[in-house]
């Protein structure tokens, strides 16, 4: 079963569809579809994630899908080419669907190896995709779900370990996935109710482990926040959350002599990265 979401063709078991216009090559038959790229964020930043793709900003990437723990979001309809893997073999981005994972924890930006997965984010991959494959009648194997790697020259998926992300493919696409798996998701989708996560920005003056002219990002369904590296960076994230929910991103400026940061910091348990 698909999801006609204003002409975008997505699998039923997507939590969100994105509103954003992203990058495309143009409108494909789904007949076309071959293959299933298996692709890593290179980032826990999950609007960072899909706001690269976006048309605006015209980086001529993006993909299908973007899969964390909580969701399954419908990026680029797979009635559309998402510019996800270049390749000029037999394997491109007109006859393949790219699903991004984010990352859970990236230890050193510099080390592929340190770019880690949950456990959440692989089963919802591993689930999406033996929809897909069932529903388009592709064989549930290596032959069909490739490593962005085994694409272009690139580092991604990092860590993830394809040949487990297959057999938890075939699990689904078998049903013979465990009852406690299926208690898990269900346990992760009533909390989350599909929506995005909560985010807001802030600045902090008067204490030295802050820069008061930096803008940190929160996102407290991660339990992360980070400084931004410029006004663009902030605009883009900003303008995003407008359009997903219709309202401005809460902003707050923080002073030592009150620290409420330390108390939301604490209180939310949000780890810098």
């Known amino acids: 079963m698909v999801k006609n979401i204003n002409g975008d063709i997505y699998s039923d078991l997507i939590t969100v569809a994105r509103p954003e216009a992203f990058w495309s090559g143009g409108e494909r038959s789904l007949s076309a579809i071959r293959y299933i790229v298996i692709h890593g964020t290179a980032t826990t930043n999950i609007v960072g994630a899909y706001s690269t793709w976006l048309k605006s900003r015209n980086n001529q990437t993006s993909a299908n899908y973007l899969v964390t723990d ?21 394997i491109t981005n007109a006859n393949s669907i790219g699903i991004e994972h984010i990352n859970s924890s990236i230890g050193n930006y510099n080390d592929a190896s340190t770019y880690l ?31 962005h790697r085994e694409v272009s020259a690139t580092a991604c998926p990092q860590t993830l370990n394809i040949d487990d992300y297959v057999r938890r493919v075939q699990k689904y696409y078998n049903g013979t996935q465990s009852a406690a798996t299926q208690t898990q998701q269900q346990s992760t989708k009533t909390q989350s109710g599909g929506l995005l996560p909560m985010e807001f920005t802030f600045q902090v003056s008067g204490d030295k482990a802050y820069d008061p002219r930096t803008v940190y990002y929160a996102n407290s369904a991660r339990g992360i926040y980070r400084g931004l590296t410029d006004i663009d960076e902030w605009n883009v994230i900003k303008n995003i959350y407008k359009d ?9 400026k923080w002073d030592a002599k009150a620290p409420w940061y330390v108390r939301a910091i604490v209180g939310m348990q949000l780890k810098k990265i």
């Open 244 to 252: 997903s929910t219709g309202r401005d991103m809460p902003h707050y």
């Open 70 to 90: 909580n969701d399954i979001m419908g990026c680029v309809g797979e009635n559309f080419i998402a510019w996800h893997s270049g390749g000029t073999g037999a």
């Open 117 to 147: 997965f949950s456990n959440q984010t692989l089963e919802n991959g591993a689930r999406l995709t033996a929809e897909i494959c069932k529903r388009l009648g592709l064989k549930p194997d290596r032959s069909t779900i490739k490593m």
